[in-house]
């Protein structure tokens, strides 16, 4: 299926060709309700693109005519850097699942089922690749999981969102699992929040009564000293 294999084998290719230096991002946003956004990113210098007579809007432009129905596009600077922006949004896993049936990718499983989400692909970049990794491309597929990341295989973990390195001229194997149901407060996988929550509460909790304690025996000492005691020549003579 040729036609498939151009959404990112050549999306890649073209952009290594035209760049010493450019950066890739496949972004898949997923919610808990199997809803979420799935976006390309292309970063690409001013001074390569003007090598080659282009400039950002042109290569953008080019580049947005492969990619599926539907997508919006936008441009960034970041880092004096130009990247072509495309994103589309799905309803659900199922309309995910035929975003990625359009590229290099294959669907082990994605599914949402007893409070987990299982993500399980493979992106299969053994094509007509030449020598991209050579020729200073970096791309990475990531993926934000909803609720906390139980499991995976990425190369970088940051809270929820899970990054893999992907090796150009083989297939890359992408597996996780994050927990998207249960009781309690969600804060994204980052586990040093809970951290610093409960050590916030207990210190609330300790701190607290020491202060009251400590008010109210300062003021009940103050009052005692105030008090003026009871002199021997003040008592009245008994009758």
Partial sequence: MKTKKFALLVLFTLAAM???????????????????????????????????GMDAASFCD?????????????????????????????????????????????????????????????IDMTGDSGDMAGMGLNANWIVKMPG?????NATEQNGSTLTWKLKI??????RAVSKTGGVGLDLGGDWIWYILGGGAFLCLCCFVPLVIG???????????AAAPEPQPGDQSPNL
């Avoid at 001229?169 to 992408?174: H, I, S, T």
């Fill in 62 to 122: 080019e580049m947005g005519k492969d990619m599926p129905p539907g997508m919006s596009a936008r441009q960034e600077t970041r880092d004096k850097e130009t990247w072509c922006i495309f994103e589309i949004n799905f309803a659900s896993l199922d309309e995910l699942k035929n975003l990625y049936s359009e590229t290099d990718t294959r669907i082990n499983q994605i599914v949402i089922a007893d409070g987990q989400l299982i993500y399980d692909i493979t």
């Fill in 169 to 174: 001229g083989q297939e890359n194997n992408l």
């Fill in 214 to 224: 400590g008010l109210v025996f300062f003021f009940v000492r103050k009052k005692k």
């Fill in 18 to 52: 035209l760049l010493t230096a450019c950066n890739i991002n496949i972004i898949t946003d997923i919610k808990s309700d199997g809803s979420g956004a799935y976006i390309q990113e292309i970063g690409m210098t001013t001074d390569g693109l003007s090598d080659f």
């Fill in 148 to 152: 906390r990341v139980i499991e995976s």
